[in-house]
């Protein structure tokens, strides 16, 4: 079963892909984005709280995967989910 099955829907989202000016960490694995590395900014509103993260590039795959097969994920969710 995927959690966002028994999450509430995200009010907005804003995707952008970005370019490391400083070294980051991935929401999803903890793994640092270095200075330089593409990753992804996601911001809104979840659960009525404004909230921001940064993922790396090997766990957006994943995102996409869970959005197409499961209709969405949660953040900081995506590896139980997988």
Do not use: P
Not at 32 to 59: A, L, M, N, P
Request: net charge negative; charged share 30%; proline share 0%.
């Amino acid at each position: 079963m995927c959690m966002i099955d028994e999450a509430e829907q995200s009010g907005f989202n804003i995707t952008e892909t970005r370019l490391a000016r400083t070294e980051k960490k991935c929401k999803e694995c903890l793994r640092s984005i270095r200075k330089g590395e593409q990753y992804f900014y996601d911001s809104g509103v979840w659960e009525g709280k404004w909230f921001h993260c940064s993922t790396c590039q090997h766990c957006n795959i994943a995102k996409e995967w869970l959005a197409r097969e499961c209709g969405g994920f949660v953040y900081g969710g995506v590896a139980a989910d997988l």
